[in-house]
């Protein structure tokens, strides 16, 4: 039994096809399939069955993959630990990015990062908090960003910067002719919020709490898009609420309608967070510092007060 061997049913699990799984491993098809029969032989078991299409694995194939990540996850830390040992700074670096951080705070921080770290592979993927959680205790995502805290007992957190709400409303609103805007003016029935996935929702929903005026309007809308609902605040349909980075692309018409809140001023926890086992360190403080450096020019907010994405039972 060989990494490799293990590294090829891998993907074919994953592919469920032995063409397809070849080209991503980068040899031939033949190549692949001998290794596989190989391997099957040496364990007296069968672990794919190839008369379905598409290919399927057997039940003892099943727990044969699984144990076959955790080898190889476990046989790729060696790399890190000699990396680490060596302040090395390269290689790939699997990173995810909760949608409602990703337009905003990526630009901000890309550019400058590749620079100073040439040798580093940046693998970037838009994912939800769920999906991030998934893949950091599976072993395919190196760290993430992400709002917290998660109270998850399987993550690490290192907060990045906290990122005050502001408040967007239209000029025949009843709060425009507010200075400053305070959370009990805030009415939930009157919010436009993002879809369920988005825990910046979740923030609202807990930042409301039961401020409610308890009527029934005639249009409810939920969106994946800030600028969806900077639109439809726009034309009187309701408020809606914007984390800060958001507000800095805005044109300055729009930013006529943003509304800042009276102290403490709501805000979301913006952390790195990756497993506790995670042993790239040197990549994740790299990114850390660059962020910092970064981000400290934009966000100065003192006298904040943290909303938990965290949905309240």
Do not use: W
């Amino acid at each position: 039994m060989t990494i490799t061997q293990l590294k090829y049913i891998l993907a074919v699990a994953k592919y469920k096809n032995f063409t397809t799984a070849s080209e991503s491993c980068f040899v031939t098809q033949p190549t692949l399939s001998m290794q596989i029969q190989k391997l099957e032989d040496e364990l007296a078991v069968k672990i794919f069955n190839r008369k379905k299409k598409p290919i399927q694995l057997t039940e003892i194939g099943k727990k044969i993959i699984e144990q076959a990540k955790t080898i190889i996850d476990e046989s790729q830390r060696i790399t890190d630990i000699v990396e680490q040992q060596k302040g090395y700074v390269g290689g790939d670096f699997k990173l995810g990015i909760i949608p409602t951080i990703m337009p905003t705070l990526l630009p901000i921080f890309i550019k400058t990062y590749l620079k100073k770290y040439p040798k580093v592979n940046l693998i970037i993927e838009e994912l939800t908090t769920q999906e991030i959680i998934r893949k950091l205790n599976d072993g395919n995502l190196d760290a993430a960003i992400a709002a917290t805290p998660l109270e998850n007992s399987t993550i690490k957190e290192q907060v990045l910067y906290y990122e005050p709400f502001v408040g967007y409303v239209s000029d025949t609103h009843r709060l425009y002719s507010k200075n400053l805007i305070a959370v009990n003016d805030l009415d939930i029935d009157d919010i436009l919020l993002l879809d369920d996935g988005h825990c910046f929702k979740d923030n609202i929903l807990n930042l409301c709490g039961n401020n409610s005026s308890g009527k029934q309007h005639s249009f409810r809308l939920e969106s994946g898009s800030f600028n969806t609902l900077i639109k439809l605040s726009k034309e009187g349909l309701g408020m809606t609420l914007l984390p800060y980075l958001q507000t800095l692309d805005l044109s300055e018409s729009d930013k006529k309608h943003l509304k800042d809140f009276e102290k403490p001023i709501p805000a979301r926890e913006v952390s790195l967070i990756f497993h506790k086992a995670q042993l790239k360190m040197q990549l994740i403080e790299s990114l850390k510092t660059t962020i910092d450096s970064v981000i400290r020019g934009i966000i100065a907010f003192n006298d904040v007060k943290i909303i938990s994405p965290l949905q309240k039972r």
